[in-house]
């Protein structure tokens, strides 16, 4: 989580929409087409370090949001199990900010 988080109203009427829109309403990882409302907003640079700067947030379609390498991420590769987003040898699909 970045140190200081924006409103909910904030991020979901008028930060989230400018993202997605700005990437082209894609995942910028596998290029996948995404919704709005299904699309994962991502900090490029998470924890404490990071920031809710436009330059520090992307679009990720769910699959790419559990597997980017990130130990920020792991609490939801179980959930990710359960509903089939991911296989079970998911590791060698986990991918770094060195591949984008």
């Known amino acids: 989580m970045p140190k200081k988080r924006s409103p909910s109203e904030t991020w979901y009427k008028n930060i989230r929409p400018i993202i997605w829109k700005r990437d082209g309403e894609k995942c910028v990882n596998c290029s996948t087409c995404i919704s709005l409302s299904e699309c994962h907003i991502d900090h490029i640079l998470s924890g404490l370090k990071g920031s809710n700067k436009f330059s520090n947030l992307r679009t990720l379609c769910p699959r790419c949001h559990v597997l980017r390498s990130d130990n920020n ?4 590769i179980q959930s ?3 509903k089939n987003l991911i ?7 986990v991918w770094d900010e060195k591949e984008y």
Not at 73 to 76: F, L, P, Q, Y
Not at 87 to 93: G, H, I, T
Request: proline letters at 0%; aromatic letters at 14%; a positive charge.
């Open 80 to 82: 990710a199990l359960g």
């Open 87 to 93: 296989v079970a040898d998911w590791r060698k699909f």
């Open 73 to 76: 991420h792991r609490g939801m």
